[in-house]
T-cell receptor
Framework: DTEVTQTPKHLVMGMTNKKSLKCEQH?????MYWYKQKAKKPPELMFV???????INESVPSRFSPECPNSSLLNLHLHALQPEDSALYLC??????????????FGNGTRLTVT | AQKITQTQPGMFVQEKEAVTLDCTYDTSDPSYGLFWYKQPSSGEMIFLIYQGSYDQQNATEGRYSLNFQKARKSANLVISASQLGDSAMYFCAMSRPTGANNLFFGTGTRLTVIP
């Protein structure tokens, strides 16, 4: 079983909806990540939180809004998405920055479909 | 700039045989980490093995070994005694030394194990 839990597993939303993706880890990690993966493509980094502070935003459109309420939780708020935003959204966690040997531990992902 | 290249879109291997998945990289940073992940059709990214740029020996984890040739900038994954459950997408990834330990991924190799 994965130690990073993502909910929901599947989400279908309209372009005018507001929804949130949730991610939780209990491994004591202090860095958390959101990746987006389109079909048959590698994951692409969206956001990184380090010690609950946003450290990297890879020029993601503002219709995606991340939030890190505490060291165990990471949310991704969605609003006014486009059909091209349909993808697998992966959450990951790791030991903090500066440790290049710290692997990212991923959740099972949320498959998002925007209609 | 850093770059990861996986030149094999798809590979086939007979069950119980060994297979090598290729990965080459390019970076000007002296310190970096190289990772391999497995992604089954379910979507989860499963960490397999890690190699640090200063590690003198090739990494091994059970049936997985990493053939690290620093001068050639290659980090090939060797899977011994292939099993049907090894059929999946395999991604090579490199850690960025700046900020949190976020990874960027190669394009992946789809491995199919034939009974």
């Amino acid at each position: 079983d994965t130690e990073v839990t993502q909910t929901p597993k599947h989400l279908v939303m309209g372009m005018t909806n507001k929804k949130s993706l949730k991610c939780e880890q209990h491994m004591g990690h202090r860095a958390m990540y959101w990746y987006k993966q389109k079909a048959k493509k590698p994951p692409e980094l969206m956001f990184v939180y380090s010690y609950e502070k946003l450290s990297i935003n890879e020029s993601v459109p503002s219709r995606f809004s991340p939030e890190c309420p505490n060291s165990s939780l990471l949310n991704l708020h969605l609003h006014a998405l486009q059909p091209e935003d349909s993808a697998l959204y992966l959450c990951a966690s790791s030991q903090p920055s500066g440790l290049t040997n710290s692997p990212l531990h991923f959740g099972n992902g949320t498959r998002l479909t925007v209609t | 700039a850093q770059k990861i290249t996986q030149t094999q879109p798809g590979m086939f291997v007979q069950e119980k045989e060994a297979v090598t998945l290729d990965c080459t990289y390019d970076t000007s940073d002296p310190s970096y980490g190289l990772f391999w992940y497995k992604q089954p059709s379910s979507g989860e990214m499963i960490f397999l093995i890690y190699q640090g740029s200063y590690d003198q020996q090739n990494a091994t984890e059970g049936r997985y070994s990493l053939n690290f040739q620093k001068a050639r900038k290659s980090a090939n994954l060797v899977i011994s005694a292939s099993q049907l459950g090894d059929s999946a997408m395999y991604f090579c990834a490199m850690s960025r030394p700046t900020g949190a330990n976020n990874l960027f991924f190669g394009t992946g190799t789809r491995l199919t194990v034939i009974p």
